[in-house]
């Protein structure tokens, strides 16, 4: 094997072990799933974020989900926020804080309902009103 073969298998390596590395969680991983439930015919239209990471527009059909899971600090300063509309709502609501979810939800979901959203763990379910959009967007800038 020629030094330049080794090279890159060396490099090989590491880059496995760098990616199996930046896969896993120090603290751990929180899998959260959110449903339409808006009612029939319903099509809610979801934003969410945390910070700089933009999880995209998703479009939901009604009873139809979408799972997003990410590594919780371990300091239960995490925040993920999302924007919800359809057709005569647009909301906002925080389907994760730390301080709220992170000794309950290593896996949760959420309902999303025209009254605000609700947090099912294991079937216990736990409502929510929806956020004032008002110090939502105050947080935004
Ligand atoms: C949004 O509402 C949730 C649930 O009531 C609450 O835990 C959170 O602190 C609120 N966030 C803001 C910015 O008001
Ligand atoms: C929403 O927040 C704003 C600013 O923090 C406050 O002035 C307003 O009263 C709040 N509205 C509701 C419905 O809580």
Known sequence: MDS???????????????????????TKRTYLTLTNDLGPGMQLSLHCKSGNVDLGQQYLAPRGSWSFDFCSSYWGVTLYFCNMVWNGGNKWF???????????????????????????????????????STSVHKRLK
């Open 4 to 26: 330049f073969t080794k090279y890159f298998r060396v490099l090989f390596v590491l880059l496995t072990v760098f990616t199996a590395m930046s896969d896993a969680c120090w």
């Open 94 to 132: 925080d389907i994760y804080t730390g301080a709220r979810d992170s000794f309950i939800c290593g896996e949760c979901g959420w309902s999303i309902r025209p009254t605000g959203p609700c947090r099912n763990h294991h079937g216990k379910v736990d409502c929510f009103a929806w956020n004032n």
